[in-house]
């Protein structure tokens, strides 16, 4: 009783500081969201006369912020693509680049087929190919895109190392794949307005530097990143053999955001489609420091194709121990509609990140079943060290 009294004596000023700080963050969000307009706003069926607003031909703004950014972007932010997808064989493909100064690029390839075996880059750091103005590249990984937020070309024509099912045995193989990546949702776009309760609890529960004044705009620098989700299809062939045809369903996200924002940054997110539905998510949980703390966002884009912001995030990732080459997790998160997802994890794989940001992912495939349907997807965890000043750095997996 004594304990308890105590408890909620020290807890009740504590309480009041933390609402005091959720109040000036939201208002400091709504002023922010006011001022602020959606950079997707592009379209209307209204507008009769302007084959912009109907969509015939692609706004600028789309072409710009799916071709490779300047020189002088890349001194402070980010320039990233990443593609995923998975289906019903458990068959799963992750490319991703990330530009750097000096065309310096880091690539990371993760592809798992129908019989169990993976294939990834022994060396991640690579250079970029002279660019038409919309191509991404890494070494022998190339994308770009066919038309801006609607289909991109993923080519791959190298060595990977291939790794078996119970992981014993390695080794190095060539692999060319050719995949078309096509959209099937809305842009998902990373803005204040989409779930303003939920960030202004998570700047609320963070430390802030400058006392009565929400770190927004340091949230929204960090986490300028964009979503959509779409089907990949194409071919794989392993040492010449014949080609082996893939159906996959996934994700295109692209990070623009401000790298010294996201220094300490510590992330957890789960990728995941059922197949048999046509039910995709992206949930995220973010924390960086003076910043923002169990930080949720993402979407979900239901069976109707709806794309809904996320609103409430729980993840809970059960500890790997030496025995068990798999483990278990749980998700539970809101919409406004309630779900609530359960699994089993694959052991990790690391991949190393050197360009922009120093610091490390955790990659793990998974099985779930959401509403007794059966899904597949990706938990990426991970930690940013710092800001890479030497782009030049050599980081491999």
């Known amino acids: 009783m004594v304990l308890s009294s105590i408890i909620t004596l020290f807890s009740a000023p504590l309480e009041f500081i933390y609402w005091i700080k959720w109040i000036l963050a939201y208002a400091a969000l709504r002023i922010y969201s006011f001022f602020q307009k959606g950079r997707f706003d592009l379209y209307d069926i209204h507008a009769l006369g302007d084959p912009v607003k109907l969509g015939y031909v692609v706004p600028q703004i789309e072409k710009e912020l799916e071709s490779p950014f300047p020189e002088s972007h ?14 019903s064989n458990s068959e799963c493909l992750l490319v991703r680049i990330a530009r750097g100064l000096n065309q310096v690029a880091d690539a990371w390839i993760y592809l798992k087929l129908a019989n169990g ?31 801006p937020m609607r289909r991109w070309r993923i080519f791959f024509c190298g060595m990977l190392r291939e790794t078996s099912v119970n992981k ?22 990373f803005t204040m307005d989409t779930n303003p309760e939920g960030f202004a609890s998570a700047i609320a529960r963070a430390e802030w530097k400058v006392p009565f004044l929400p770190p ?5 620098g960090a986490l300028n990143l964009y979503a959509q989700t779409g089907v990949v299809t194409g071919t794989v062939s392993v040492n010449d053999e014949p080609d082996y045809e893939l159906y996959l369903f996934g994700e295109k996200i692209r990070s623009l955001g401000k790298s010294s924002n996201i220094v300490g940054c510590q992330f957890t997110s789960v990728l995941g489609s059922i197949p048999s539905t046509g039910l995709s998510f992206q949930l995220t949980n973010v924390s960086a420091p003076y910043s923002f703390k169990n930080l949720p966002f993402g979407f ?11 609103k409430e995030l729980d993840i ?10 798999r483990g278990s997790f749980n998700v539970n998160f809101s919409t406004g509609e309630h779900y609530e997802l359960s699994g089993r ?14 610091g490390y992912l955790d990659l793990s495939f998974i099985e779930f079943k959401v509403k007794n349907r059966k899904g597949y997807g990706l938990i990426l965890s991970g930690y940013v060290l710092n800001i890479l000043k030497d782009q030049g750095i050599n980081i491999n997996s």
Do not use: C
Request: proline share 3%.
């Open 168 to 189: 014993a045995d390695e080794e190095v193989v060539f692999v060319k794949f050719v995949f078309l990546w096509k959209a099937s949702s809305d842009v998902y776009d």
């Open 74 to 87: 890349l001194q402070d932010s980010a320039d990233e693509v990443l593609f995923y997808g998975v289906n």
């Open 216 to 220: 927004v705009q340091k949230l929204t």
């Open 117 to 147: 075996k993976t294939y990834n880059l022994t060396e991640t750091m690579g250079y970029q190919q002279t660019s038409d103005g919309r191509t991404f590249s890494s070494g022998k990984l190339q994308m770009h895109y066919l038309s």
């Open 345 to 358: 994890i694959e052991e990790p794989i690391v991949f190393y990140s050197g360009q922009g940001w120093s």
């Open 300 to 310: 979900v884009v239901e069976t109707d194709g709806n794309l809904e912001p996320l």
């Open 316 to 325: 809970n990732v059960e500890p790997f121990s030496g025995k068990k080459s």
